[in-house]
T-cell receptor, first 118, second 113 residues
Framework: AQKVTQAQTEISVVEKEDVTLDCVYETRDTTYYLFWYKQPPSGELVFLIRRNSFDEQNEISGRYSWNFQKSTSSFNFTITASQVVDSAVYFC???????????????FGTGTLLAVQP | DGGITQSPKYLFRKEGQNVTLSCEQNLNHDAMYWYRQDPGQGLRLIYYSQIVNDFQKGDIAEGYSVSREKKESFPLTVTSAQKNPTAFYLCASAGFSSYNEQFFGPGTRLTVL
């Protein structure tokens, strides 16, 4: 069965600190996708990144970076020099990759609430 | 503007009443999804639809019903059979070219009085 675990329920940091959000997944599929979404207080989920299982290259986008390691089934997310606007709930999600792609469900972790204090 | 709209943003219902949540998308996406979010439990899939006039149950379909008569619309009815309907409901859609990336609406917060 597919499963996503985000062990950190809440994290509180002071502005400008670096913070890493952990994500561990389980799947028997050899082809799958991993995602990170941000949910600000307004409630709408905002897509941050998608990774497929064949691409273990780490990615950096501004202050955000992602570390994908198949050997440990982890897809961790780091925010460098955090800002108050980063305060949100962050979800990691997993999806199998099938024909057409869009027909497959996302399995979400329980989310990590990040609070960045000024 | 392309996107997903959900209405209403806040909804109050008396016990025993059915209520329908609206979800519309103009992204020309084939697949649409309904999720329920409770505090500390992440998002759980209620129903999803891959094509018009077809839909499948998700993990927590009991007490809910859906229809998919048009590609753009996927309304969710919360019936009186749903024992604990107070929650935040999110609708999402995805296209075949988007590699499973789902786009989300702003959500509807349902409260049962």
């Amino acid at each position: 069965a597919q499963k996503v675990t985000q062990a950190q329920t809440e994290i509180s940091v002071v502005e400008k600190e670096d913070v890493t959000l952990d994500c561990v997944y389980e799947t028997r599929d050899t082809t799958y996708y991993l995602f990170w979404y941000k949910q600000p207080p307004s409630g709408e989920l905002v897509f941050l990144i998608r990774r497929n299982s064949f691409d273990e290259q780490n990615e950096i986008s501004g202050r955000y970076s992602w570390n994908f390691q198949k050997s440990t089934s982890s897809f961790n997310f780091t925010i460098t020099a955090s800002q108050v606007v980063d305060s949100a709930v962050y979800f990691c999600a997993l999806s199998e990759a099938g024909y057409g792609g869009a027909t497959n469900k996302l399995i979400f972790g329980t989310g990590t609430l990040l609070a960045v204090q000024p | 503007d392309g996107g997903i709209t959900q209405s209403p943003k806040y909804l109050f219902r008396k016990e025993g009443q059915n209520v329908t949540l609206s979800c519309e998308q103009n992204l020309n996406h084939d697949a649409m999804y309904w999720y329920r979010q409770d505090p500390g439990q992440g998002l759980r899939l209620i129903y999803y639809s891959q094509i018009v006039n077809d839909f499948q149950k998700g993990d927590i379909a009991e007490g809910y019903s859906v229809s998919r008569e048009k590609k753009e619309s996927f309304p969710l009815t919360v019936t009186s059979a749903q024992k604990n309907p107070t929650a935040f409901y999110l609708c999402a859609s995805a296209g075949f070219s988007s590699y499973n990336e789902q786009f989300f609406g702003p959500g509807t917060r349902l409260t049962v009085l």
